[in-house]
């Protein structure tokens, strides 16, 4: 938000904290399937490669909740702290 505000020069009217919020939500889901390929190509052991897709699901989760609570911000709605917890559980 600060780099687009600063360099772009974009003001609260155009892109708010709430957008920056949910750009950030997609752009924090990572991928790994290049990584497990890689993994699986050099001969990593099995669990090492569980240990990866396990925080692979862990990260697109998380992703996947941010993402649904700022969508939510950015309709116009609000979220208290337990609904946002009652999210994560």
Do not use: R
Request: net charge negative; with cysteine.
């Amino acid at each position: 938000m600060i780099s687009i505000k600063w360099i772009i020069g974009y003001d609260e009217t155009y892109y708010n904290y709430t957008q920056a919020f949910m750009f950030g939500a997609v752009l924090s889901c990572t991928d790994t399937v290049a990584v497990l390929a890689l993994l699986k190509e050099s001969g990593a052991p099995k669990k090492f490669n569980s240990l990866i897709e396990g925080e692979s699901l862990l990260n697109d989760g998380t992703c996947m909740i941010l993402f649904t609570i700022s969508l939510e911000l950015c309709k116009g709605g609000t979220m208290n702290i337990f609904s946002i917890l009652s999210l994560f559980v």
